[in-house]
């Protein structure tokens, strides 16, 4: 459970205590408040119209109260994001701007391998032409963007598909851009569903009535054709053909199997997450790595895992085992220095999550955020204020979800995927509005 500094109180912690903050989880791809504790069943907060109502009468007598004080500095006490007469005025002027591509791509990462289906085939490329025929000259009747879903229908052949799109539209795409993410528990069976099929992999190919060069030519498959031998060896392959059948040469096939992707749907990850506002922290630290090492693990940033899920929506590829992913939180100005020196003096980055209404001249500058991506740190959101996300409305929810994520990407020039919940504050409802913000991992 993440907690503002601000508002924690600091308590003394051996290192032997501290074995409860090595948390190792079965992690699939799945929002849940960073490091929050499951046993205690998350309180929901919502506001009533009473609530509104209240609030707002707090406001006018503060008004009344404030009335002919000039000069004073006082703030009269407002609910964000409601106007005069309590309605949600959704602050639509004032919400950042994001690049929010990656949203889909996100939601599709979530979803894992399970939601592909037995024929949705996903596009691999960042775009993917989809003809009215079997060839690059036809007609384009729409073009995909990356992640999409198309419904395989057949193969035409090795180089064409068959699809169907959401909206029952029939067309052609290029195979070499479409592939089936799979779990790695179906992989096999997978294969298997192939298992016998070849194609043509030459321009053409004589159709020879015996298993012989000098026998009678009774046809010609074309190139990139299916074909399922009847009987294969090295030289010859029997194949059925126009009714009857025939031989062709092996030399001049090879093997069919379309684009399938490896993703695990469930990692069994260990993650450190050291909260500096209890006492210890940086010498536990220190001595938790060194010992990690010393047990041959590699220690990660949520960022190397990030790029390794994306990475396995288009090839191959695996978490290494023993991996360990380090995050901390609760980082004021004053303890980023002596904490990133203690990563780099071991050797290690680490996912820093910051909370961006901690940035400025008087707290962790431009300057100290340049120097964390410089060093190779990867700095995710704390959110802006820090407050428990349940208790906010839609709005300024909203609000505090992107502004951190563009005050972040701003300073430093990369992307923001992750965000921690303050507070382990959480449900439903914070989940969505964090994916539709843009970020992957909470």
Same mark, same amino acid.
């Given at each position: 459970m993440y907690r503002p500094a601000s508002a924690s109180r600091r308590s003394a912690m051996s290192h032997r205590s501290f074995v409860a903050f090595l948390l190792v989880a079965s992690f699939g791809i799945l929002f849940a408040g960073c490091g929050a504790e499951p046993e205690t069943p998350s309180e929901v907060f919502r506001f009533t119209e009473d609530d509104v109502a209240r609030f707002r009468q707090l406001a006018r007598d503060a008004q009344q109260d404030l009335t002919g004080v000039q000069g004073t500095g006082g703030l009269v006490p407002r609910l964000d994001g409601f106007d005069e007469e309590g309605t949600d005025s959704g602050g639509e002027e004032d919400m950042p701007v994001l690049d929010l591509s990656n949203v889909q791509r996100y939601t599709q990462v979530r979803q894992g391998p399970s939601a592909t289906g037995d024929n #949705?085939?996903?596009?691999?490329? *960042?775009? $993917?032409? =989809?003809?009215? @025929?079997? *060839? =690059?000259? @036809? !007609? %384009? #009747? =729409?073009? #995909?963007?990356?992640?999409? %879903?198309v419904k395989l229908v057949d193969f035409t052949d090795a180089a064409w598909a068959k699809v169907r799109l959401v909206d029952g539209t029939e067309g052609y795409v290029s195979t070499r851009y479409i592939a089936k993410v799979v779990p790695e528990h179906r992989m096999a069976e997978e294969k298997q569903a192939f298992e016998g099929m070849y194609f043509v992999d030459f321009g053409f190919l004589n159709v020879r009535g015996a298993p012989d060069v000098n026998s009678d030519k009774i046809g010609e498959l074309p190139g990139q054709m299916i074909v399922r031998p009847l009987h294969i060896d090295d030289v010859w392959a029997r194949i059925a053909f126009e009714g009857g059948e025939g031989y062709v040469a092996a030399e001049y096939l090879s093997p069919f199997l379309p684009r399938l992707v490896v993703r695990q749907e469930q990692y069994t990850l260990p993650i450190l997450h050291y909260r500096l506002t209890q006492e210890e922290m940086l010498s536990a630290m220190g001595s938790h790595i060194a010992r990690l090492k010393q047990e041959g693990y590699t220690i990660r940033s949520f960022r190397a895992f990030r790029d390794l899920v994306l990475a396995q929506e288009e090839r191959d590829i695996r978490l290494e085992p023993r991996t360990v992913l380090l995050a901390v939180s609760d980082v004021t100005p004053q303890s980023l220095g002596p904490v990133t020196d203690a990563l780099l003096s071991n050797g290690v980055v680490a996912t820093i999550f910051l909370r961006t209404q901690d940035l400025g001249l008087s707290g962790i500058t431009d300057t100290d955020v340049r120097r964390l991506v410089a060093n190779n740190f990867d700095v995710q959101s704390a959110t802006h204020m820090g407050d428990d996300l349940r208790s906010l409305t839609n709005a300024q929810l909203e $609000? !505090? $979800?992107k502004q951190s994520r563009q005050l972040l990407e701003e300073r430093t020039g990369q992307d923001v995927y992750a965000v921690a919940y303050p507070w382990g504050g959480v449900n439903d409802r914070v989940i969505q509005m964090a994916a539709e913000a843009g970020y992957l991992f909470g």
């Open positions: #949705l085939y996903r596009v691999t490329n *960042q775009f $993917l032409n =989809v003809r009215s @025929a079997p *060839q =690059v000259t @036809a !007609e %384009m #009747l =729409v073009r #995909l963007d990356g992640g999409d %879903m $609000l !505090e $979800l």
